[in-house]
């Protein structure tokens, strides 16, 4: 079942959203939205097993920097 849904946007959220868009290469606003909406969700899933940092590494030069997501941890200590 899809539902269409209407946003409206200050202008500095709209901007925001823009720069989603164009830096994770989405061919719409509404694909930013979704695919952001989705790594929230899974990023909350993962919080009420207890985590509350991600992980990133560069491949090439396997350099770790360790992401602390602030409502991740408001999660993790409420659980």
């Known amino acids: 079942m899809s ?3 209407v946003f409206t946007f200050d202008e500095r959220s709209l901007g ?3 720069q ?9 606003l509404g694909t ?9 969700q899974e990023l909350h899933d ?4 207890g985590f509350s940092e991600v992980v990133v590494r560069n491949p ?4 770790e920097k360790t992401i602390v997501i602030p409502s991740l941890k408001a999660s993790v200590a409420g659980s």
């Open 46 to 49: 993962q919080a009420a097993e």
């Open 32 to 40: 930013a939205v979704r695919e952001s909406i989705q790594i929230n």
């Open 60 to 63: 090439k030069t396997k350099q």
């Open 16 to 18: 925001s959203l823009e």
């Open 3 to 5: 539902k269409r849904i």
């Open 20 to 28: 989603v868009k164009l830096k994770g290469g989405f061919n719409s």
